[in-house]
């Protein structure tokens, strides 16, 4: 098993930032891919960003694209989300979750999921 705990969540007003952290433990050998989704209110969870395989390759949702970097320190097996220029419609409970890379699409195939921490974006 591989426990997740997201940290770094909070208010901030448009054009602010905020970094959100993911500290993994337990069994995190067994992964090699990590990410960060959103869930907005009555809307559908959505992927915001990916890292793999220790940061050797990321990616990024368009919508998020110049503002949102995803790292990895592998030493503390923590995912960081930094988040810049925030945007009112970027509120939404924030996700970590890890899991291992499907080799047939190349993507993530996520196994392990955080409590999620709270982003709210006033403007």
């Known amino acids: 098993q591989v426990q997740l705990v997201e940290s770094g969540g909070g208010s901030v007003q448009a054009g602010g930032s905020l970094r959100l952290s993911c500290a993994a433990s337990?069994?995190?050998?067994?992964?090699?891919?990590m990410g960060w989704f959103r869930q907005a209110p009555g809307k559908e969870r959505d992927s915001v960003a990916a890292?793999?395989?220790?940061?050797?390759?990321?990616w990024n949702a368009d919508s998020v694209k110049g503002r949102f970097t995803i790292s990895q320190d592998n030493a503390h097996n923590t995912v960081y989300l930094q988040m810049n220029v925030l945007k009112p419609e970027d509120t939404a409970m924030y996700y970590c979750?890890?899991?291992?890379?499907?080799?047939?699409?190349?993507?993530?195939?996520?196994?392990?999921w955080g409590q999620g921490t709270q982003v709210t974006v006033s403007s």
């Open positions: 979750a890890a899991g291992r890379v499907v080799a047939r699409t190349g993507t993530c195939g996520y196994n392990y």
């Open positions: 337990g069994y995190t050998y067994s992964t090699d891919c």
């Open positions: 890292i793999y395989n220790g940061g050797g390759r990321t």
